[in-house]
Nanobody
Framework: VQLQASGGGLVQAGGSLRLSCAAS????????MGWFRRAPGKEREFVTA????????LYADSVKGRFTISRDNAKNAVYLQMNSLKPEDTAVYYC????????????????WGQGTQVTVSS
């Protein structure tokens, strides 16, 4: 499985961005898809995940109510709609695929995209 993340950029605080993650093969081969992010000087952290079977979702507390994960089976893609962006959302965002579990745990995701930079100015 190869993942390609895109859609990052520079936005002012309060603005919105939509990230996309395209998979090279049918996403039915994975159990769940997730988004993680790594801010400068920090560890990579969980943002959100979606389970393919029922579209159940998980969100980090820091993004609840502002970010929305969605999927498009026909396009083998997952999206991250980010609204009300804050400077603390500045990070490289990564999409990832888990073959077996639906989880917030980074190590359970076997495949990773290359990351896309999101910068939120104050």
């Amino acid at each position: 499985v190869q993942l390609q993340a895109s859609g990052g950029g520079l936005v002012q605080a309060g603005g919105s961005l939509r990230l996309s993650c395209a998979a090279s093969v049918s996403t039915f081969s994975s159990y769940a898809m997730g988004w993680f992010r790594r801010a400068p000087g920090k560890e990579r952290e969980f943002v959100t995940a979606i389970r393919w079977s029922d579209s159940n979702t998980l969100y980090a507390d820091s993004v609840k109510g502002r970010f929305t994960i969605s999927r498009d089976n026909a396009k083998n893609a997952v999206y991250l709609q980010m609204n009300s962006l804050k400077p603390e959302d500045t990070a490289v965002y990564y999409c990832a695929a888990s073959l077996r579990v639906f989880t917030t745990i980074r190590s359970e995701y076997e495949y990773w995209g290359q990351g896309t930079q999101v910068t939120v100015s104050s």
